[in-house]
T-cell receptor, first 112, second 112 residues
Framework: GQNIDQPTEMTATEGAIVQINCTYQ??????LFWYQQHAGEAPTFLSY????GLEEKGRFSSFLSRSKGYSYLLLKELQMKDSASYLC?????????????FGGGTRLMVKP | EAQVTQNPRYLITVTGKKLTVTCSQN?????MSWYRQDPGLGLRQIYY???????DKGDVPEGYKVSRKEKRNFPLILESPSPNQTSLYFC???????????FGPGTRLLVL
């Protein structure tokens, strides 16, 4: 089985940097995804990590430490439109069908 | 345009009245799945399919049925809906198990 933990809510200021953490426990880790979801809309893919280290993609970066069961999503130069929920999802090779298990999501509110 | 479509987008029904939510993708993806999303519980997988005529239960399959007669379609069937199935439902597809999933726009269901 899997256990994925993320903070429920975070607040940050426009123009600042925010780090959203995700910890997981899984028997057969095989990759971690971050998705963004605006209220009432579908989740959209942000990043994917399978090896340790930092993956940078514009204003967004994602970090993974497999030994610690830990990932974070870093959002720089925050904009109002970044107000959304951020979902951490883990792929477990021991899952039949190798599908994803999602955390509860972190709701980020960006204030002026 | 590559996309996942769902219909209907909104549905109000009564307890016990059978309903079907359709899902279709035009990306020739083999993997498709259904999730429900509830406040505080995140995205939970209902059923998934690895290919035509191959389906399996996710984390919360009770009260749902699916079929995969064609590669592009993966309908979700509620034979006898109950109020605890009131939720936001997402269909998703991917090229492989655990690969980046592309989500449909969501179906908001209210069972009275």
């Amino acid at each position: 089985g899997q256990n994925i933990d993320q903070p429920t809510e975070m607040t940050a200021t426009e123009g600042a940097i925010v780090q959203i953490n995700c910890t997981y426990q899984t028997s057969g880790f095989n990759g971690l995804f971050w998705y963004q979801q605006h209220a009432g809309e579908a989740p959209t893919f942000l990043s994917y990590n399978v090896l340790d280290g930092l993956e940078e993609k514009g204003r967004f970066s994602s970090f993974l430490s497999r030994s610690k069961g830990y990932s974070y999503l870093l959002l720089k130069e925050l904009q109002m439109k970044d107000s959304a929920s951020y979902l951490c999802a883990v792929r477990d090779r021991d899952n039949a069908g190798n599908m994803l298990t999602f955390g509860g999501g972190t709701r980020l509110m960006v204030k002026p | 345009e590559a996309q996942v479509t769902q219909n209907p987008r909104y549905l109000i029904t009564v307890t016990g009245k059978k309903l079907t939510v359709t899902c279709s993708q035009n990306m020739n993806h083999e993997y498709m799945s259904w999730y429900r999303q509830d406040p505080g519980l995140g995205l939970r997988q209902i059923y998934y399919s690895m290919n035509v005529e191959v389906t399996d239960k996710g984390d919360v399959p009770e009260g749902y049925k699916v079929s995969r007669k064609e590669k592009r379609n993966f309908p979700l069937i509620l034979e006898s809906p109950s109020p605890n199935q009131t939720s936001l439902y997402f269909c998703a597809s991917s090229s492989g198990g655990g690969e980046t999933q592309y989500f449909g726009p969501g179906t908001r269901l209210l069972v009275l």
